[in-house]
C-alpha cells in the first residue's frame, strides 16, 4: 500500500494521551490498593517476622490464634450466608411472586436493616438479652424477671442473629432483582406442561433464580467473615474468637507479624468464597436472560396462606428494623438498661458531668470530644466521598474510553480488589504500609490524610461503579445527538452531561459517605485518640460498659446515615423493579 | 371443534373480550386478527386455560372446558391444548432437549418415550443439531423452533399460539410461515393463532375472526373478508393493499348518483386508475408514495386524512406533492353507513 511508503521514516515521539491516563490511573490504583496489600504480605515475609507464619499454622498457639477463630468464621459465614438465603429468598419470592399484600411496604422494609450498622443492631441486642454473667448492667429481659441463659446472652447464636438480621436484606436485594426478571411466561409455560405449583418452584423458578442465590449466599458469607462488630461486642466478652477480632487484638497488643498474617488469611478465606461463588455462576452458560416482549405479571395466589405469610414477613421486617431503633433510642435514654422504659432522663444526651452517674460522663453533646468527633466523622465521610467518587469516575472513564488490553484489564481488576478485602484486614494492610515513615514522607498513622485515603481506597469499588453507569448514561446517544445540533464541547458539557450526570454521582457520593459514616471495621484499627470517629468511640463506650452513651452516638450514626440515604433515594428516584404491581 | 358461545372478560370495569361467539371444526388454522388492545391475546389466554372467563362458555369437541357463568375452568394442563408464547418462553436453565423433555418428564411419560418423542420433534424441526445447546445459544428463529417443538411434543389436539412471529426479522418471518402451517398440517391439530398482522392472517386462516375492541368485527374465510367486508374496519384492515374508503360526500358529481347522501363507499385499488388530467370521474389528491408490486405498481395520495391507493399498470412520473387524479369506477364495491355497518 501507498500510504506505507508514504509515511514519514522518523515519527515524532508523540505523547500518547491515553497511555499516559491509565499509567496516571494505575499508579493511583498502585498506591492506593494494590501497595498496602503487598506491603502486608512483604512485612510477613521478612526475616523477623517469618516465624509468625508458624507459630499462627501451627505453634503451641496455633490453635488459639488461628484454628478455633477460623472455625468460629466459617461457621459463622456459612450459617449467615444460608440463614440470609433463605430469609431474603422467603421475603424476595413473597414480594416479587405472590399476592401478598403490603408489597411495597414489605419491599421497603426488607432493604432497611442494612442501612443499619451492624454495631447498633448488636448493643440492641445487648440492650435486651444481656445477662449478669460478664458483669454490668443486664438487659432489658432479666429486668422483667426472666432468665437469660448464657448461649442466648453472648456468644455465637447471638452473633449469629444479629449478623443475620444485617446481611439478609443484601440476599433480598439480589434475590428479588433475579426474580423480577423471571417472565412469568416461563411459569405459565410450566403451567401449561401440567406441573404444579412446587413442581414449578423447585423446577423452573428456584434453577433461574440459582445465580441470584448463589451470588446473595457468596456477599453475605464474605460480609459475615469480615464483620467486626457483631463478634467483638456480643463474642469478645465470653473470648468467642473470629477472626477479625484475632486480628484486631494481636494488632493493639502489638503483635503486628501475627495480626497482618491472620489479615492475609482473612482475605484469603473471605476472596476463595466470593470467587468461588463467581466461578459457579459464570461456569453455566445457561444463563444469560433471555428478554422478549410479552410478561404480563401475573402472581401466585397465595389463598388462605396470605395472612399467615403477611405476619411472618412483617415480624421479621419489624423484629430487624424497628424493634432495634426503638430500643437502641429507649437505652440510650435510659439510666438502666433492665428498666429500658422507665426513668428516662437526657442525661446521656446534653446532661454535664456528674460525678454520680456514669463516672462523671457528660452526655454526647456536651462532652466536646464527641462533639469534635462528630465533626470530624462527616468532615471524613465528605472528603471520602469527593474523593473516592473523582478517582471511581476518572476510573469508569478510561475503562469507558478505552477498556481492552492488558493495561485496561489491570486497572479493572485493581479497582474492585477491596470488594474481596475485610474492612479490617484492609485497615491492617494500610497501617502496615503508612504506620512507618516511607522515605521523605512521615508517617501517616494517627492522621486524618489516613483516614482519608483508606476510606476512599476502600469504597472506590462503589464508585467506580457509579462512575460507569453516569458515564453509560451520559455517553453515547445522548452526547452524540447534541454534537449533532452543533453544539461544542463546553456547551455540551453543561446543558447535557453534568445536568444528566450530577444526580447520579451526588448519590453515589452520599452512598460513600453512609458507607463512612457507620463504617467500624475499616476505622477500628486506624483509630488513635487525635483522630476519634463516632463509630469507634461508639464501640470504645460500649465495651467500656457506657451503654447508654454507646447508644445515643449509635442514634446519631443512624440519624444522618438514614437521612443521607434518604436523599440519595430521592436523588436517584430509585427504580425497583421488583416493586411494580 | 372448538366453540365459543358468548365469553366475556372483563378486567375491573372495562371489558377486553365483550361477548364474543364462533365455531371452528377440527383441524381448522385460527387467525384471531385485530389491532394492539382488541382483545385477541385474552382470547388465546382464556383457551389456554390460562385466564377464567367472566361469564360465557369454551368447549373443545364435546367437552365444556371453561364456563365463566360457573367460574370454573379446567387447569391448563388437562386441557390438551400447547401454547407458543410471544417471548418463547423458553426455560433458560435447560438446553433445547431439556426444554422439549420437560413437559414430557411431567406428564409422567417413560424415558425411553421421551428420548425418542424429543428427538422426533426436534428432527420434524430440523434442530436436532442444537439439542445440547441452552437457548441463550441459538439464534431467535431456532428459539421459535423450539418453542414449537416444546408445544407439539405432548401431542395436544389444540395448538395455541400468541404472535409468534413478532419478535423475527421479515425474511424469517415468512419462512415460519410455511414451517408452521407444515407442522399445523403434520400434526393435524386444530390450531389457534394471534396475531395483528393481516398478512399472517390472510396467508394462513382457513378462518379468519376479525377482532375490535373485544369484538367480533367479521368471521369468516380470508376470501369472505376481502370479497365481502362486513364492516368499514374490515374493508380498511385485510387486504394487500386494503380496499379503500371514501366519504361519499368528497366523490366527484358523476360517481355520486344513486348513492345515500352520507356513508362511505369502498373501492378496491385494483379498479381505480390514474390520471394526469381531472374530469368528472376523478379525485385530486397529493401524491404521496408509490411503490413496484409484482410487475405492477401501487400508488398512493393523501388528501387530509383520507388516503386512496391504486394499483395500476403504469408508473406516472410524479413527485411528492404533486397532484394526481384518481379515476373512481363506475359503482363503489361495497357501501357502509357512517357507523362503519355493510349497506350493500
Same mark, same amino acid.
Request: one cysteine or more.
Given at each position: 500500500m501507498?500510504?506505507?511508503?508514504?509515511?514519514?521514516?522518523?515519527?515524532?515521539?508523540?505523547?500518547?494521551?491515553?497511555?499516559?491516563?491509565?499509567?496516571?490511573?494505575?499508579?493511583?490504583?498502585?498506591?492506593l490498593i494494590a501497595a498496602p496489600l503487598l506491603r502486608i504480605l512483604f512485612e510477613t515475609l521478612s526475616p523477623d517476622a517469618?516465624?509468625?507464619?508458624?507459630?499462627?499454622?501451627?505453634?503451641?498457639?496455633?490453635?488459639?490464634?488461628?484454628?478455633?477463630?477460623?472455625?468460629?468464621?466459617?461457621?459463622?459465614?456459612?450459617?449467615?450466608?444460608?440463614?440470609?438465603?433463605?430469609?431474603?429468598?422467603?421475603?424476595?419470592?413473597?414480594?416479587?411472586?405472590?399476592?401478598?399484600?403490603?408489597?411495597?411496604?414489605?419491599?421497603?422494609?426488607?432493604?432497611?436493616?442494612?442501612?443499619?450498622?451492624?454495631?447498633?443492631?448488636?448493643?440492641?441486642?445487648?440492650?435486651?438479652?444481656?445477662?449478669?454473667?460478664?458483669?454490668?448492667?443486664?438487659?432489658?429481659?432479666?429486668?422483667?424477671?426472666?432468665?437469660?441463659?448464657?448461649?442466648?446472652?453472648?456468644?455465637?447464636?447471638?452473633?449469629?442473629?444479629?449478623?443475620?438480621?444485617?446481611?439478609?436484606?443484601?440476599?433480598?436485594?439480589?434475590?428479588?432483582?433475579?426474580?423480577?426478571?423471571?417472565?412469568?411466561?416461563?411459569?405459565?409455560?410450566?403451567?401449561?406442561?401440567?406441573?404444579?405449583?412446587?413442581?414449578?418452584?423447585?423446577?423452573?423458578?428456584?434453577?433461574?433464580?440459582?445465580?441470584?442465590?448463589?451470588?446473595?449466599?457468596?456477599?453475605?458469607?464474605?460480609?459475615?467473615?469480615?464483620?467486626?462488630?457483631?463478634?467483638a461486642l456480643l463474642g469478645l466478652p465470653v473470648r468467642m474468637q473470629t477472626m477479625a477480632t484475632r486480628l484486631y487484638g494481636l494488632i493493639e497488643v502489638g503483635q503486628t507479624?501475627?495480626?497482618?498474617?491472620?489479615?492475609?488469611?482473612?482475605?484469603?478465606?473471605?476472596?476463595?468464597?466470593?470467587?468461588?461463588?463467581?466461578?459457579?455462576?459464570?461456569?453455566?452458560?445457561?444463563?444469560?436472560?433471555?428478554?422478549?416482549?410479552?410478561?404480563?405479571?401475573?402472581?401466585?395466589?397465595?389463598?388462605?396462606?396470605?395472612?399467615?405469610?403477611?405476619?411472618?414477613?412483617?415480624?421479621?421486617?419489624?423484629?430487624?428494623?424497628?424493634?432495634p431503633v426503638v430500643i437502641l433510642i429507649a437505652s440510650s435514654l435510659a439510666p438502666s438498661s433492665s428498666a429500658l422504659f422507665s426513668n428516662w432522663t437526657l442525661h446521656y444526651w446534653t446532661g454535664v458531668s456528674d460525678p454520680s452517674i456514669a463516672q462523671g460522663q457528660a452526655g454526647i453533646f456536651s462532652n466536646p470530644f464527641i462533639v469534635s468527633a462528630t465533626g470530624l466523622t462527616m468532615s471524613l465521610g465528605v472528603a471520602v466521598a469527593i474523593t473516592t467518587t473523582i478517582i471511581g469516575l476518572i476510573v469508569a472513564y478510561v475503562l469507558a474510553r478505552d477498556g481492552k488490553g492488558p493495561l485496561a484489564g489491570i486497572i479493572n481488576q485493581v479497582s474492585f480488589l477491596p470488594l474481596l478485602v475485610p474492612g479490617i484486614a484492609f485497615g491492617a494492610a494500610y497501617i502496615a504500609?503508612?504506620?512507618?515513615?516511607?522515605?521523605?514522607?512521615?508517617?501517616?498513622?494517627?492522621?486524618?490524610?489516613?483516614?482519608?485515603?483508606?476510606?476512599?481506597?476502600?469504597?472506590?469499588?462503589?464508585?467506580?461503579?457509579?462512575?460507569?453507569?453516569?458515564?453509560?448514561?451520559?455517553?453515547?446517544?445522548l452526547d452524540e445527538s447534541a454534537r449533532m445540533t452543533g453544539a461544542g464541547f463546553l456547551r455540551r458539557l453543561t446543558s447535557i452531561t453534568v445536568p444528566l450526570?450530577?444526580?447520579?454521582?451526588?448519590?453515589?457520593?452520599?452512598?460513600?459517605?453512609?458507607?463512612?459514616?457507620?463504617?467500624?471495621?475499616?476505622?477500628?484499627?486506624?483509630?488513635?485518640?487525635?483522630?476519634?470517629?463516632?463509630?469507634?468511640?461508639?464501640?470504645?463506650?460500649?465495651?467500656?460498659?457506657?451503654?447508654?452513651?454507646?447508644?445515643?452516638?449509635?442514634?446519631?450514626?443512624?440519624?444522618?446515615?438514614?437521612?443521607?440515604?434518604?436523599?440519595?433515594?430521592?436523588?436517584?428516584?430509585?427504580?425497583q423493579p421488583w416493586l411494580k404491581s | 371443534m372448538i366453540r365459543i358461545d358468548n365469553l366475556v372478560k372483563s378486567f375491573g370495569p372495562s371489558n377486553a373480550v365483550d361477548g364474543i361467539s364462533f365455531d371452528v371444526p377440527q383441524g381448522a388454522f385460527l387467525v384471531l386478527v385485530g389491532p394492539s388492545g382488541c382483545g385477541k391475546s385474552t382470547m388465546l389466554r382464556m383457551l389456554a386455560g390460562l385466564e377464567q372467563p367472566t361469564s360465557g362458555t369454551v368447549t373443545f369437541g364435546e367437552k365444556v372446558v371453561s364456563d365463566g357463568a360457573k367460574g370454573w375452568t379446567i387447569d391448563p394442563a388437562q386441557r390438551d391444548t400447547g401454547l407458543v408464547f410471544q417471548s418463547y418462553a423458553l426455560w433458560p436453565h435447560m438446553t433445547v432437549a431439556g426444554n422439549v423433555d420437560w413437559p414430557l418428564k411431567v406428564a409422567g411419560m417413560g424415558k425411553p418415550e421421551r428420548q425418542a418423542r424429543v428427538t422426533e420433534v426436534l428432527k420434524m424441526l430440523g434442530i436436532e443439531a442444537l439439542a445440547a445447546r441452552y437457548p441463550n445459544e441459538i439464534s431467535g428463529g431456532q428459539q421459535q423452533r423450539v418453542a414449537i417443538a416444546r408445544m407439539i411434543a405432548p401431542r395436544p389436539s389444540i395448538l395455541l399460539f400468541d404472535e409468534p412471529l413478532s419478535n423475527l426479522d421479515a425474511k424469517l418471518r415468512v419462512e415460519m410461515r410455511t414451517e408452521l402451517l407444515r407442522v399445523h398440517r403434520a400434526t393435524?391439530?386444530?390450531?389457534?393463532?394471534?396475531?395483528?398482522?393481516?398478512?399472517?392472517?390472510?396467508?394462513? +386462516? @382457513?378462518? $379468519?375472526?376479525?377482532?375490535?375492541?373485544?369484538? #367480533?368485527?367479521?368471521?369468516?374465510?380470508?376470501?369472505?373478508?376481502?370479497?365481502?367486508?362486513?364492516?368499514?374496519?374490515? +374493508? @380498511?384492515? $385485510?387486504?394487500?393493499?386494503?380496499?379503500?374508503? #371514501?366519504?361519499?360526500?368528497i366523490l366527484p358529481a358523476a360517481r355520486r348518483g344513486g348513492l345515500p347522501p352520507d356513508g362511505l363507499a369502498m373501492y378496491r385499488p385494483e379498479d381505480i386508475g390514474v390520471s394526469e388530467v381531472p374530469d368528472a370521474t376523478t379525485v385530486a389528491m397529493d401524491f404521496a408514495e408509490a411503490s413496484p408490486v409484482a410487475g405492477?405498481?401501487?400508488?398512493?395520495?393523501?388528501?387530509?386524512?383520507?388516503?386512496?391507493?391504486?394499483?395500476?399498470?403504469?408508473k406516472p412520473r410524479l413527485t411528492v406533492g404533486d397532484q394526481v387524479h384518481f379515476v373512481l369506477p363506475e359503482t363503489p364495491a361495497a357501501l357502509f353507513a357512517p357507523s362503519g355497518e355493510r349497506l350493500s
Open positions: 501507498s500510504t506505507d511508503t508514504a509515511r514519514p521514516m522518523t515519527r515524532p515521539i508523540r505523547i500518547d494521551g491515553k497511555l499516559v491516563l491509565k499509567l496516571v490511573v494505575l499508579a493511583i490504583l498502585g498506591v517469618i516465624e509468625a507464619w508458624s507459630d499462627v499454622t501451627s505453634g503451641r498457639l496455633a490453635r488459639n490464634l488461628l484454628w478455633v477463630p477460623l472455625g468460629n468464621t466459617l461457621i459463622l459465614g456459612v450459617a449467615v450466608a444460608c440463614g440470609c438465603v433463605l430469609i431474603g429468598g422467603f421475603l424476595a419470592w413473597l414480594v416479587v411472586m405472590t399476592d401478598v399484600p403490603f408489597r411495597r411496604t414489605i419491599g421497603l422494609m426488607a432493604t432497611l436493616p442494612f442501612m443499619i450498622p451492624s454495631f447498633a443492631t448488636a448493643l440492641a441486642w445487648g440492650s435486651l438479652f444481656k445477662n449478669s454473667r460478664v458483669g454490668g448492667q443486664t438487659g432489658f429481659l432479666e429486668g422483667l424477671g426472666l432468665t437469660i441463659p448464657d448461649w442466648l446472652s453472648w456468644g455465637m447464636v447471638p452473633t449469629l442473629i444479629v449478623l443475620i438480621a444485617h446481611y439478609y436484606s443484601l440476599a433480598f436485594t439480589v434475590i428479588a432483582a433475579a426474580l423480577a426478571t423471571v417472565n412469568s411466561d416461563l411459569v405459565e409455560a410450566a403451567q401449561m406442561a401440567g406441573a404444579k405449583r412446587g413442581r414449578i418452584l423447585m423446577g423452573i423458578v428456584l434453577p433461574v433464580a440459582l445465580p441470584a442465590v448463589v451470588a446473595g449466599a457468596s456477599l453475605t458469607f464474605a460480609g459475615a467473615v469480615s464483620n467486626f462488630a457483631a463478634p507479624a501475627r495480626g497482618y498474617v491472620i489479615a492475609i488469611l482473612l482475605i484469603l478465606v473471605s476472596a476463595l468464597f466470593l470467587w468461588l461463588g463467581n466461578k459457579v455462576i459464570s461456569g453455566r452458560r445457561s444463563y444469560a436472560t433471555i428478554t422478549g416482549k410479552g410478561g404480563r405479571a401475573k402472581r401466585f395466589t397465595l389463598g388462605a396462606a396470605r395472612l399467615p405469610l403477611l405476619l411472618l414477613a412483617g415480624l421479621i421486617c419489624l423484629l430487624t428494623t424497628v424493634v504500609l503508612f504506620g512507618a515513615p516511607i522515605g521523605p514522607f512521615p508517617a501517616l498513622y494517627g492522621t486524618f490524610t489516613l483516614l482519608l485515603i483508606a476510606g476512599t481506597a476502600y469504597l472506590l469499588p462503589f464508585s467506580v461503579q457509579t462512575g460507569r453507569a453516569v458515564i453509560q448514561q451520559v455517553s453515547g446517544d450526570a450530577s444526580r447520579g454521582l451526588a448519590a453515589g457520593g452520599l452512598i460513600v459517605f453512609v458507607k463512612i459514616m457507620r463504617d467500624l471495621s475499616l476505622v477500628v484499627l486506624l483509630f488513635t485518640p487525635t483522630m476519634p470517629v463516632l463509630s469507634v468511640l461508639a464501640y470504645r463506650y460500649a465495651s467500656e460498659g457506657f451503654t447508654q452513651f454507646a447508644n445515643a452516638i449509635t442514634v446519631v450514626i443512624l440519624v444522618i446515615s438514614i437521612a443521607a440515604t434518604l436523599l440519595a433515594n430521592q436523588l436517584q428516584s430509585k427504580s | 393435524g391439530a386444530t390450531s389457534v393463532y394471534v396475531t395483528h398482522d393481516q398478512v399472517e392472517a390472510m396467508t394462513m +386462516a @382457513t378462518h $379468519v375472526a376479525v377482532l375490535n375492541k373485544g369484538r #367480533v368485527e367479521q368471521f369468516g374465510t380470508p376470501e369472505e373478508l376481502v370479497q365481502n367486508p362486513a364492516t368499514a374496519f374490515v +374493508a @380498511t384492515f $385485510v387486504g394487500t393493499p386494503p380496499a379503500n374508503l #371514501v366519504p361519499i360526500s405492477r405498481t401501487m400508488l398512493t395520495g393523501i388528501s387530509g386524512a383520507l388516503r386512496i391507493t391504486a394499483v395500476v399498470d403504469a
